[in-house]
Nanobody, 116 residues
């Protein structure tokens, strides 16, 4: 019943911009702690950014800080990841993650490829 569906991935040139969206359903989105993770080819999955449910506190990985912005729209049950100044090192499968209490939910991922 819980669904997290990422969208917005694709091919972008270095220095370009891309915005990902994660549309959710089946849980109380406004009470959730939302995150974006990514998994580059042949590497482990890593945390990209988080946004809290109440205070909208944002935390970013050092590798993306200043370039990526996480946001949420509780009226649309959607979390976003705005990415600018993209680098080939940002190439990865990007996953949306929700935490509600002790429950963890994952989306299926969307591919971001940064290449000329």
């Amino acid at each position: 019943q819980v669904q997290l569906v990422e969208s917005g991935g694709g091919l972008v040139q270095p220095g370009g911009s891309l915005t990902l969206a994660c549309a959710t359903s089946g849980f109380t989105f406004s009470s959730s702690f939302m995150s974006w993770y990514r998994q580059p080819p042949r590497k482990e999955r890593e945390l990209v950014a988080t946004i809290s449910s109440t205070n909208y506190t944002r935390i970013y990985a050092d590798s993306v800080k200043g370039r990526f912005t996480i946001s949420r729209d509780n009226t649309k049950n959607t979390v976003y990841l705005e990415m600018i100044s993209l680098d080939p090192k940002d190439t990865a499968l990007y996953y949306c993650r929700a935490q509600v209490g002790l429950q963890i939910y994952w989306g299926r991922g969307t591919q971001v490829t940064v290449s000329s």
